[in-house]
């Protein structure tokens, strides 16, 4: 199964490589700088580096040293003929951060269906006690608090549609509010419809923003607040808001987004970007059993 798996990423990862090293090839180049450098093709192709880092998030393994070594190495070298060493293979992978990115976000993100979901979630990089020595994302992270304490690391912001797909994420530091304006202004460019979130993101002034985009911010309400005049469908979808939090488990549990082994930022990058992707390719998504009909309603379907 794995093996199949390999198959399919490498010929999309690798259509999508092509395509992209031609585009680069019309882009104007900059001044050239004073610092020499080698521009040469390296034994590993960057599909391949690309495919070996969506299998290790596919959720098989949970130590990318050990499945390199003991599975890659082993089981799969006659995929993968021209395999470097660990070392090697570390050193090399920042340059496949912009290529994951481009296509995380023209080929892996979902579209809008009128029924979206967002929340955020915590990426710890250190113990909370390990804040103030900690070295490799001093400067970048920061301390934040959530519902489970303090912690010190980034905060992942996450839409998703009813059928679990990834329709925009955005990376900030871990004091950022949810309701922060540029964010959400940059998440919601191409959502339209309703958005259920939780009460942390309960701001009149948001939501008069996105109604102004076309978009109804849903949320629930606190203790001390007025009910809400909320049709059945509505109060249906909004207790249906587990399913993000259904996507989140999933990114850390068995994408592995989040660990406390990065050894740089761009590493961080890498493992972050390539377990979203991986996450893009599972075919069994948390969704619901809803679809919009013509009438611009929604039909619930019989569990």
């Known amino acids: 199964m794995l093996r199949d798996k390999i198959t399919e990423f490498f010929v999309e990862l690798d259509d999508f490589c092509n395509e992209f090293s031609s585009q680069l090839k019309h882009v104007p180049v900059l001044e050239s ?9 390296g034994k590993l192709s960057d599909s391949e580096m690309m495919s070996i880092y969506l299998l290790f998030h596919y959720g098989q393994f949970t130590n990318f040293k050990h499945f390199y070594t003991q599975y890659v190495c082993k089981h799969l070298g006659d995929l993968f003929p021209n395999l470097i060493s660990y070392v090697r293979f570390n050193a090399r992978q ?17 579209k809008s269906r009128g029924i979206n979901y967002i929340d955020s979630t915590l990426l710890r990089v250190c113990h909370i006690k ?51 304006i ?76 989040e660990h406390t082994r990065h050894r740089s930022v761009k590493g ?14 599972f075919p069994k998504k948390p969704s619901l059993n809803i679809t919009p009909i013509e009438t611009n309603q929604l039909c619930l379907w019989a569990a």
């Open 33 to 41: 700088s004073p610092v020499k450098s080698r521009n040469r093709h």
């Open 182 to 257: 540029d964010v959400m202004s940059a998440m919601t460019k191409d959502i339209f419809g309703k958005l259920f979130g939780d009460r942390g993101y309960i701001s009149k002034a948001l939501a008069e923003l996105l109604f102004q985009d076309g978009i109804q911010l849903i949320t629930k309400i606190r203790k001390n607040m007025k009910q809400q005049n909320l049709s059945d469908v509505d109060a249906i979808l909004l207790r249906k808001r587990a399913l993000v939090e259904s996507v989140n488990d999933e990114l850390k549990n068995i994408c592995k987004i």
């Open 268 to 281: 961080f990058l890498v493992n972050l970007i390539s377990g979203l992707t991986a996450y893009c390719f």
């Open 130 to 180: 390990r804040e103030k020595q900690h070295r490799v994302f001093k400067g970048v992270a920061s301390k934040g608090k959530s519902t489970m304490g303090w912690f010190f690391g980034f905060k992942l912001h996450l839409i998703v549609n009813d059928r679990g797909e990834l329709l925009s994420f955005y990376l900030t530091k871990g004091n950022v509010d949810d309701r922060n």
């Open 94 to 110: 920042e340059r496949i951060l912009l290529p994951l990115m481009l296509y995380l976000k023209y080929k892996g993100l979902g």
